[in-house]
């Protein structure tokens, strides 16, 4: 067993696809092939299900797999170790941000470490519901920073911190929809929705909707810009919409006969290592800093 085959299992398994895979890791679909196919034949059994349409793994394939990703994160950590050894701080520093949580004093925590390590990278990425976990637990971010529900520690092995708070309505531009309607004439006016990220947790059923047109929109701003033209619904960061709402171009939506406003955690979070580099710990430390001074505000 070698690990650039389950370094091509893992691309594989986060591509759905060889194609995908091929063209992240720049292999031919042929090589990627006779590789998991080599390593099936080491191994004993069937790793990916080739009946459907996109490649999945098989029972046994999801639980090699789980295994072989914390080995690919080990020899992920120690790599970066190594470069941390020979430049002094991490090449590359990966955040994933979501865009509903974008608060001013997060951002100056990210500016300021940013500014004080000048040799590093700093990567930041957002997207789809639930992206900044799902990146993270992939190893794709190095901190993500979004909305937190306890059943997120089954997720991964992973340490948060909290540090704000995000209410959530339904929104809408005035004068398309009713200020307070029912929710089953919610339904009769199209919904505005955020992509669902990877995550088993994350799915339709999550959605406010239940049967009302949808558009699935993987960027904030523009799901906003949509609610301003008056195309529908949405169920988002009241927060994000306090300037519009003030002016009077998007209302609150009232659900007579459903819970219609919800509050969640905002928490800044990683993945449990036995080390950190100098970029991670000091953006960390401020984190603790910050979540310490908002339990504080908030009775913890």
């Known amino acids: 067993m070698k690990l650039n085959q389950l ?3 893992d691309a594989i398994v986060q591509s759905a696809s060889l194609s995908g895979a091929a063209l992240k890791l720049h292999k031919t679909q042929p090589a990627l092939t006779l590789a998991i196919k080599n390593l099936e034949a080491k191994l004993g059994f069937d790793l990916l299900d080739r009946s459907k349409y996109r490649l999945q793994l098989t029972e046994k394939g999801r639980i090699f797999h789980r295994e072989a990703k914390q080995l690919l994160n080990a020899n992920e950590q120690l790599t970066q170790l190594a470069t941390e050894l020979a430049l002094g701080n991490e090449a590359q520093y990966r955040v994933c941000y979501e865009q509903i949580c974008h608060v001013q004093s997060y951002n100056e925590i990210i500016s300021n470490t940013f500014k004080h390590f000048s040799s590093t990278e700093f990567r930041l990425t957002s997207g789809k519901r639930f992206v900044s976990l799902e990146q993270v637990n992939t190893g794709q971010a190095e901190l993500g920073i979004g909305p937190w529900f306890d059943l997120f520690h089954a997720t991964g092995d992973l340490e948060s911190l909290p540090i704000g ?15 307070q309607l029912t929710y089953d004439e919610l339904q009769l006016y199209p919904c505005l929705a955020m992509f669902e990220s990877g995550l088993s947790i994350d799915s339709d059923r999550l959605s406010y909707s239940k049967g009302a047109a949808v558009m699935k929109i993987d960027d904030i701003s523009t799901l906003k810009s949509f609610l301003l033209s008056g195309a529908g619904w949405a169920m988002m960061s009241l927060g994000h919409c306090k300037k519009e709402i003030a002016a009077g171009s998007l209302q609150q939506i009232i659900v007579t006969d459903r819970e219609h406003q919800f509050s969640a955690q905002i928490r800044a979070f990683r993945q449990h290592a036995m080390h950190h580099g100098p970029v991670a710990r000091k953006i960390w430390q401020q984190f603790e800093l910050l979540s310490q001074e908002y339990l504080n505000n908030n009775g913890r």
């Not at 708070?165 to 009713?178: E, N, Q, R, W, Y």
């Open 165 to 179: 708070k995000l209410d959530i309505g339904i929104v809408g531009a005035k004068g398309i929809l009713p200020k």
């Open 7 to 9: 370094q091509i299992l």
